[in-house]
Structures are given as C-alpha cells and as structure tokens.
Nanobody, 122 residues
Framework: QAQLVESGGGLVQPGGSLRLSCAASGTFRSINAMAWYRQAPGKERELVAS?????????NYADSVKGRFTISRDNAKNAVYLQMNSLKPEDTAVYYCKAVVRSLNWRNADYWGQGTQVTVSS
C-alpha cells in the first residue's frame, strides 16, 4: 500500500513559475515510473510528463509543455517534482501525480495523489 501526497499548487500570473511536489509513503518494495497528469474543467485527464525509474532515468513530456516544464525525481525520498515555468492560462488545471508501485509481493499497481489546483490568471 502507498499514499501519494502532492503540494505546491496555487495561483500564479501568466509567465510565472510553480514547483509541484509529490511524495510517496507506505509499505512497498519500490517505485517504478512516476508521472504528472492534469485535468482542466470539462476536459479529460492528460499526461503532462513522466519519468522512468533507475539512475539513468528518461523523461517524456506532452508537446504543450516541452521547454517549459521539467520533471525530476528523488528516489531516496520517493518523490517526484514538476518545475513549471512560463506558465500560461491554459495550464490551469488540477494536477495529479501517479506512481507505479511494486508491492512486497512483487505486484505492480498504480497509485494517484489527491490532486493540487494550479490556476494561471492575471
């Protein structure tokens, strides 16, 4: 079992920056891939960025955030971060982190955080 807790959302002006954090806790063997998703009102949840596990991890970004957002992780803290720069009003959404967690019996399962609101407005 794992719990994910996000933080760092808020209200920011266009062009501003925010850093989201997500930390996993609980009893598990390891955390594999981690990712950030977002869901705007009236829209489906979409993948924003993902990062694989391991020391030489790789990242993937939605086209809409490439060059502006950076995902990173700290394996020692079971945490994933999303640095968001040059924010636009269309980035307004609830942001969710997701982790693929390997349990003590070697089974993988997806866990989601509760979501954090990001609002970009002047």
């Amino acid at each position: 079992q794992a719990q994910l807790v996000e933080s760092g959302g808020g209200l920011v002006q266009p062009g501003g920056s925010l850093r989201l954090s997500c930390a996993a806790s609980g009893t598990f063997r390891s955390i594999n891939a981690m990712a950030w998703y977002r869901q705007a009102p009236g829209k489906e949840r979409e993948l924003v960025a993902s990062v694989t596990s391991g020391s030489g991890y790789s990242t993937n970004y939605a086209d809409s955030v490439k060059g502006r957002f950076t995902i990173s992780r700290d394996n020692a803290k079971n945490a994933v971060y999303l640095q968001m720069n040059s924010l636009k009003p269309e980035d307004t959404a609830v942001y969710y982190c997701k982790a693929v967690v390997r349990s003590l019996n070697w089974r993988n399962a997806d866990y989601w955080g509760q979501g954090t609101q990001v609002t970009v407005s002047s």
